[in-house]
């Protein structure tokens, strides 16, 4: 019974809210920020649950009511505030198995994007520009800051490669839908004939790792320095700044140049290969998961498909929805709230639809 799991996660809420306050808890910075996660996960849970169960009290005294009343006028007043109960219930029970589905564990994360030019040579690079300003316009709009990490810009202009963070409130639960293969189809800049070309962008968007979700060793870490290059190769200064990490065990390499201190370069670079790093397990846990079941979205197949913009057209589709919308100059400029939302509420429906909150 609905009412009895949500007893169940009460009784969990408030073990939750005397163990943030336990000074043994509190010395232990990783329990205590995974329990204060926890709580504040949640506390939506248990105000829908205060009003279900002032709801579902209502509704007995009110079948009490219509058993032992025989006056017509008062049984006629509880039949209208019955209807009106079950209504507000039955509302409720969908909203609160919306809740009860398991989050994503990572979806309070901040995240590093990365966006690289696919094929399509200087259109490619020019559409990764392109995307990169959608992004940027879209986080302003929901309050969150974005810092560059590092970027390698196109001969025509746009982004061969452009990686960057994203911090604020829930920013992974947002951005995660982006990560895949973004198509464009329109007359390059490049183009003299007024030919409708096909170019492409990969986007990664990854969780950032922080300091407690990798046990990073320094002795695993190879460090060179070099001067930072511009466009073709030059260099753009003599000082030897830009840093590349090479992690052994793994092989991933990670080179930052955007800035012109070195210690600052080196911050960069070990937060995106902690990142990276942390990125190889999460890949297992979407993995396990799409095994279970056929997910739309966050699989991390980053090599997939997921959407194209048409501009001769003027149009967007989703490709794993379905989902085409006529506003595409609206979109480039950062109005992707809604295609985020619809892609949410059909991953909702696939989960709840296979029981997962049942």
């Known amino acids: 019974m609905l009412l009895e799991k949500l007893q169940a996660i009460n009784e969990r809420f408030e073990e939750v809210g005397r163990l943030i ?52 006028e008062f049984r006629e007043m509880a039949k209208i505030e019955m209807d009106e109960l079950v209504e507000k219930e039955e509302k409720l029970e969908e909203e609160i198995r919306i809740l009860l589905i398991p989050a994503d564990p990572q979806d309070d994360k901040n995240a590093i994007v990365e966006i690289r ?3 399509g040579g200087d259109e490619a690079a020019i ?19 974005i810092e560059l990490v590092d970027m ?14 994203v911090s604020g409130d829930g920013v992974y639960g947002v951005l995660k839908y982006e990560s895949g293969v973004h198509r464009v189809q329109r007359v390059p800049q490049t183009e003299t004939q007024g030919r409708v070309h096909t170019s492409a962008a990969t986007v990664a968007v990854l969780p950032e790792a922080d300091e407690f979700d990798v046990d990073l060793k320094q002795s695993d870490i190879r460090k060179d320095t070099f001067c930072s290059s511009g ?11 830009a840093v590349r990490l090479t992690h052994v065990p793994s092989g991933i390499v990670v080179s930052i140049q955007d800035q012109k201190s070195q210690i600052k370069n080196l911050e960069k670079a070990m937060s995106v ?10 890949k297992k846990y979407l993995d396990e ?24 057209q003027g149009r967007m589709t989703d490709h794993r929805i379905g989902l085409t919308m006529y506003n595409l100059s609206a979109i480039m400029d950062g109005d992707i709230q809604d295609i985020i939302d619809a892609l949410q509420m059909a991953e909702n429906a696939e989960k709840l639809k296979e029981g997962v909150a049942t």
């Open 127 to 145: 559409f990764a520009g392109d995307l990169y300003r959608m992004y940027q316009k879209f986080c302003e709009t929901k309050g969150w800051k």
């Open 289 to 312: 998961i799409s095994s279970r079941r056929k997910t739309m979205v966050s699989t991390g197949d980053r090599s997939a498909k997921i959407r194209t913009y048409n501009y001769p």
């Open 152 to 165: 390698n810009e196109g001969t025509s202009g746009g982004f061969k490669e452009v990686i960057f963070n």
């Open 117 to 119: 030019a696919g094929t």
């Open 273 to 282: 290969l902690r990142t990276r790093l942390y990125d190889l397990e999460y």
């Open 231 to 241: 466009p073709g190769g030059q260099s753009v200064n003599t000082t030897y700044s």
């Open 21 to 72: 306050t336990d000074p043994a808890i509190v010395s232990d910075m990783k329990r205590y920020i995974s329990l204060n996660k926890e709580y504040k996960d949640l506390g939506p849970i248990i105000a829908a649950y205060k009003e279900y169960k002032n709801i579902f009290e209502n509704i007995q005294s009110t079948k009490d009511i219509l058993a032992k009343e025989k006056d017509p």
